[in-house]
């Protein structure tokens, strides 16, 4: 399977970036990369082994519901470029 | 829009997808607080923030509350959970993904009942899951800006998927209704849809009767009521039969309901729909759900609407009526089985509660909690009315105020000092009723000649002269016995 421009371009709309043509040619070239390696894994014979999710089997444990102190606003605001009133501000969405 | 003569050849097909707000104290995947109408960004910490190096932990509360409403549903519950990552870019999704469950939802089957209005009719359940809700976005407070808080980000939803069984919007609403009513007797959501604990978005096909095949399906979100609900389904299908009649084809689309047109409008088609790129949530291994888990949290279980209704009923003789606007809320449904516990007469426990107890909430605007009578002190009353001590009208019209208004004493207390305890002493009111009779004599004739009706007259005298003390069914047997007595004589 090869990789072609349009994959690229939607993936990078889904991911909300933009690239310029060699930006683009050199992404092409990179997924290529990527998709001949795993190419390379689906020659092996996998027959009979189930697929390894996760490493780690044992179960995770659990968080009692018990709520901890938040941040005061002003410091979750703190890396933000842009907020008003206690609010992140962000390019208008709608 | 066409006539309903032109609907009639065609049925919808409506399956409902809610979304459950549970009311833990903290997140979903974190120890953030959880909380409604709090200043923005006041409920965060790094985890909600999306911030990168944090790790997600599952909130036990999130699993149970799960529990509690598939075992409620009767759904098959999953042993082996896992975590998926759903991915899209929002600015109210700080992380870029929210985390769900994709193909291993911890509930499937089950189903919910629309209730003795429709039939008994059930709807079957596809799947119940755990996820988390994403922050708000504000548009409307600044012109060229939207405004993110991320309070909401991370509290923990169940996404409860029906099946396409739905034949109407009146349908939806009752299910809607009974949805709500079961998360809140099992206290894992406060159910109010106006402020987002419950959202409802809407799948809806039309096709000709008959036809087994599904017509092109449209998604209707935005629905803030119950009645918005029933209403875009209603919209819905007349706007697709009508599409279909004039040559035209449904287009799989996204809409939304704009309340205030009271119509449906195209959000996004299906060229422009969401790739989601689902794949394992690596930070979270999978939680298990074993049998002992199941069986404690089902021995907390309350008893649920349907089986009350069902007790009721069959046991207790009440109308379905009664039952049904009984067990609405819980805190009714159970302040009225400590009161029959306390006097053992289901159909007078449930009148005083569906008509004076309910009117004085309607009054005074406060729920049952806040009701000032106590369930034992209004037992003592219906056995003051019982007895005979207190007339039906005094115990209600005079003393159930008072103890309202906060007097403590015991009822017959109350009684004794207000002057209103019936009289029952025979011997003070077999002469009322001879004076009554002796008085009346011409009619003391027509009703020995046969004109029982007379019977009130006589009765009401012996009220009025007994300055409305009188024991009526006392009374009502001394006037006929003296009656009785001057035919002999």
């Known amino acids: 399977m090869r990789i072609e421009k349009e994959d690229v371009e939607k993936l990078a709309h889904l991911a909300r970036l933009e690239f310029t043509g060699a930006e683009l040619d050199a992404m092409v070239?990179?997924?290529d990369k990527m998709l001949g390696f795993v190419q390379r894994i689906q020659t092996l014979d996998l027959e009979g082994i189930e697929p390894?999710?996760?490493?780690n089997e044992e179960g995770q444990p659990l968080r009692e519901?018990?709520?901890s102190e938040p941040m005061e606003p002003a410091e979750a605001l703190r890396n933000s470029e842009n907020s008003d009133g206690g609010y992140f501000r962000v390019p208008r969405v709608l | 829009m066409s006539d309903s003569q032109d609907l009639s050849a065609f049925e919808p097909v409506i399956g409902l997808e809610v979304h459950i707000q549970l009311n833990t104290r903290s997140k979903a995947y974190s120890a953030d607080p959880a909380g409604y109408g709090e200043r923005p960004n006041s409920m965060v910490g790094p985890i909600s923030l999306g911030h990168p190096g944090t790790l997600p932990v599952v909130n036990r509360a999130v699993v149970e509350s799960a529990i509690r409403l598939g075992l409620a549903c009767g759904c098959t519950?999953?042993?082996r959970n896992e975590y998926a990552r759903k991915n899209y870019f929002y600015a109210d999704l700080p992380k870029g993904y929210q985390i769900t469950q994709h193909t291993t939802p911890i509930c499937t089957g089950g189903s919910i009942g629309l209730g003795a209005k429709h039939g008994g009719k059930r709807i079957a359940l596809t799947r119940i899951h755990m996820e988390e809700d994403a922050g708000k976005s504000l548009h409307d407070l600044d012109p060229f800006h939207t405004l993110v808080d991320l309070n909401r980000a991370g509290v923990p939803l169940l996404e409860m998927v029906s099946e396409p069984e739905f034949t109407s919007g009146?349908?939806?609403y009752a299910y809607l209704t009974e949805v709500r009513r079961l998360v809140r007797y099992l206290d894992i959501s406060d159910g109010n849809m106006e402020e987002g604990s419950l959202r409802c978005?809407?799948?809806i096909s039309v096709r000709p009767k008959g036809q087994s095949a599904f017509g092109t399906k449209v998604e209707v979100k935005n629905l803030n009521s119950f009645r918005h609900v029933q209403k875009a389904i209603e919209y819905e299908f007349e706007r697709q039969v009508t599409l279909i009649q004039s040559g035209g084809a449904v287009q799989q689309q996204t809409r939304t309901w704009d309340s205030v047109q009271g119509m449906t409008q195209v959000l996004r088609s299906k060229e422009e729909a969401h790739d989601y790129r689902y794949f394992p949530e690596p930070d979270l291994p999978p939680v298990y759900v074993g049998p002992g888990w199941i069986e404690q949290v089902r021995t907390q279980m309350p008893a649920l609407p349907e089986a009350r209704i069902e007790r009721y009923t069959v046991d207790w003789g009440l109308s379905p009526y009664d039952a049904s606007v009984l067990v609405e809320d819980k805190a009714m449904a159970d302040y009225f089985e400590h009161l029959v516990a306390l006097h053992n007469r289901p159909?007078?426990?449930?009148?005083?509660?569906?008509t004076q107890?309910?009117?004085?909430?309607?009054q005074n605007g406060v729920e049952l909690s806040e009701y000032p009578v106590v369930p034992e002190r209004l037992a003592a009353l219906l056995e003051c009315i019982e007895s005979g001590s207190l007339s039906h009208s005094a115990a209600f019209q005079k003393i159930l105020p008072l103890m309202e208004s906060g007097q403590t004493a015991h009822p017959l207390s109350i009684a004794e000092a207000e002057g209103l305890l019936q009289d029952r002493d025979e011997d003070r009111l077999r002469p009322i009723v001879l004076e009554v009779l002796e008085a009346y004599p011409a009619k003391v004739e027509e009703y020995l000649g046969g004109k029982k009706g007379l019977l009130g007259l006589f009765m009401g005298e012996v009220m009025k002269r007994s300055g409305g003390k009188a024991d009526p069914q006392l009374s009502s047997r001394l006037v006929q016995e003296a009656l009785e007595a001057q035919r002999k004589s």
């Not at chain 2, 107890?357 to 309607?362: E, K, V």
């Open chain 1, 65 to 67: 519901d018990r709520p």
């Open chain 1, 29 to 31: 070239n990179d997924f």
């Open chain 2, 201 to 203: 978005d809407v799948n």
């Open chain 1, 52 to 55: 390894l999710v996760y490493l």
């Open chain 2, 77 to 79: 519950l999953r042993e």
């Open chain 2, 347 to 354: 159909k007078a426990c449930a009148n005083v509660l569906n």
């Open chain 2, 357 to 362: 107890i309910r009117a004085y909430l309607n």
């Open chain 2, 170 to 172: 009146e349908e939806a």
